[in-house]
């Protein structure tokens, strides 16, 4: 096979359909050389700036007794906004634009029109690649939320007028709906009925409380006993500034600890608006539940947010959680602000695509039994081809000694 099989042998092309006969083809190549010579070296530096745009003068014409209508319909094409397909006869198709145009005809040779065209090649825009970084889109709804949630307290909260047994009574109602949480950050009832005329010092404490639970989590200090459930937090420490009662342990269980304390003010019973005493203590009761609730999923939905997930499941499963508990506030009885509902929503949207986001790009979790007592490095690299991956294994089984993972024992393992 010759290269006189190898092209058209009528030496036709065409650029957007239209055809044509090329007489000559003329082309460029190369790179793009930037010469850097300096005073008093003899030698220069010559910088790669990259491939040269590759470009093809041809020298084509039309023929015959319509010219005249391929002439026209060339000239269309060439003029025509955009890249097009060039069929080159000699070296094959490619997209290019038209940049340089001339052609010519006369009376003398009748039946044809010659043109010159510069055709260069096309190439394709390259734009930075973009992404949305969900994580922080999570933390903005949840500050928003935040900061309107409180408002909205700060406007229903109200013991103007109540004395005596009315305001003890509110005393007592307050104290029951952060009773959830004073399970896990020790007792804060006493601080919040000091301030109960305060409503912005209520809503400080509830958040300080909540985030504690957060702060305690993704301290980075506590990050290799995440998994394990282990705290430097005691267990046996009883409130106080900066101090929990029970310890979070992982972030999954930290959010399930959220979502219980968010939702542990509905069983406090509302009294019948039969007073106004009532009936101001009731809109109290809803208003301090409702702001229980909303500083918990903020916080939950920041924790999911903020934590590096080692596995789908473990993404899942508290994000289930959060998202349950924003659900548990859009969907209750009592009415809510147009304002705080589109938070919620805003909220419920940002995690959602940081999950889904996130999530897809983790591995599995699977079982893993050694047939015998091994070192959880020999684990590591039989599974991982990687010995490093070794407090891994132990922080996720709780491994007491990393040394001897005894035989027959079921490890929880990622799947890669």
Sequence with gaps: MTWRDRIDPELRGSFRGVAFYVERADGTAGRRWLVHEYPR???????????RAKQWRLSLFVAGDDYDLERDA?????????????V?????????????????????????CTFEVTFTESGRQLEPGTSVDTQREVGLAAELLEEL????????????GLTGWSLESIERDLAS???GLTDFVGDISEQITDVIRFPANIAGIVLGGYNRIRNAVMRPINA?????????????????SGRLRLAPGTPARAVRMLRE??????????PPADTPENTQRAGNIVAANQLNGRLAATTAARVVAETDWLSRQDAEAAGQDALALIDHELQTAEPISDAVYNALVALRAALSTDLRTRALAMPNLTEYTPQATLPAVVIAHRLYGDATRADEICVRN??????ALRGGMALEVLSE
């Design 41 to 51: 070296r003899d030698i220069p530096y010559t910088e790669d700036m990259g491939r």
């Design 177 to 179: 709906v952060v009773d």
């Design 88 to 112: 080159h006869p000699y070296l094959g198709t490619f997209s290019a634009v038209a940049s340089d145009v001339s052609f010519s005809e006369s009376t003398r040779e009748g039946g044809s």
């Design 224 to 240: 290799l006993n995440l998994y394990s459930g282990k705290s430097v937090l005691s267990s046996s420490d009883q409130g106080g």
């Design 261 to 270: 304390a968010g939702t542990a003010g509905d069983s406090v019973a509302i």
């Design 398 to 403: 709780n491994v007491r000694h990393p040394g």
């Design 74 to 86: 060339l000239i269309k094409a060439l003029d025509a906004p955009g890249a097009a397909t060039l």
């Design 149 to 160: 949630g409180i408002s909205d307290f700060l406007e229903r909260w109200s013991i103007e």
